[in-house]
Structure formats: C-alpha cells, structure tokens
C-alpha cells in the first residue's frame, strides 16, 4: 500500500519525467499533463494495490497507454468528422448546411466520449457492417454482451443528440 507521504514523492519525484514521456509521445503540453495527472490519479485511486518499490515501470506504461487511447480517440473523430457529409440530393439550405455540421460535430464528441468498448462495438456493427456474432467473434465477448454494448451506446447516443 502506498501511503499519502509515499505518493506525494512518487509524485514529486515522478510528474516532470512522466508529462515530459507522454509530451514526447504527443506533442500536445496540455493533453501531456492532462494524461499525466490522470494517470497519477489512477495510481491514487487504486493506491491499496501497489507497492512503491515497482511503480516506476508501472507509470511508464499506464502513461504509454493512454497516450495510445487518448490518439485512437482523437482518429475516430477526426474519421467521422471527414467522413460525414450531405447527400446533395436536394439544395441545402445554408441554415440546414449549418445544423448538419452541428449534429456532425456533436456526434463526433459524443463518439469520443463514449467508453472505448461500446465504441468499438459499435462502430464495428454500424460502420463496418459487421453482425452482432462476428463481432463477438472478433473481440472475444458473448452476443449478449455485444448486444448490450451496443444497446448502451445507442442509448448514450441518444441522450446526448437531443
């Protein structure tokens, strides 16, 4: 278990050296300490499970990790915002051309905020037109659970476009 004393100097002795990791792997001094903060959060939260003795490596790669989540969430964004468009089948209005970029882009944020298992989901069956079965083949879940996830995520969908 680690102590507050304990965790204020894994702290101290830590941050720079993390932030400057996840910076390098980034770019981006805001979303470094961001991830960096959450993952000392992280450490805090879950403090009863660690001993300080072998946090080090553990920082490194709970750092690596989100970094890797926080870029995949960022591409899923981006993807849909660059892939969404309006069927011309008819003039758009300008006011009708501006309400679609505003749906196009709450929906983007709300994709991007959902959790990162309902997301796949989901995007695996809508997007890539996957069943529910092969989706449960490729991530290793039950059909129940596929179907769950998705459920969820039209639900969450919901509450956040209206």
């Known amino acids: 278990m680690i102590s507050k004393i304990e965790f204020q100097k ?23 300490s961001d991830i960096t903060q959450e993952v000392f959060m992280k450490i805090w939260e879950k403090r009863e499970q660690f001993e300080v003795s072998d946090i080090k490596s553990l920082l490194y790669k709970m750092a690596n990790d989100m970094v890797i989540s926080n870029y995949r969430k960022e591409q899923t964004q981006l993807n849909f915002e660059q892939s969404m ?54 991530l290793n879940i039950s059909i129940k659970a596929v179907e769950k996830r998705i459920s969820t995520a039209l639900a969450y969908l919901k509450k956040e476009l209206l």
């Open 10 to 32: 894994l702290f101290d002795n830590y941050f720079d050296t993390i932030r400057n990791f996840v910076y390098y792997r980034c770019g981006d001094t805001e979303t470094a």
């Open 85 to 138: 468009t309006i069927k011309q089948d008819y003039d758009a209005s300008p006011e009708e051309i501006v309400q679609f970029e505003e749906l196009k882009s709450s929906y983007a944020k709300a994709l991007t905020d959902m959790p990162e298992n309902q997301r796949v989901t989901f995007l695996m069956n809508r997007n890539e037109g996957l069943k529910y079965h092969e989706i449960a083949e490729n």
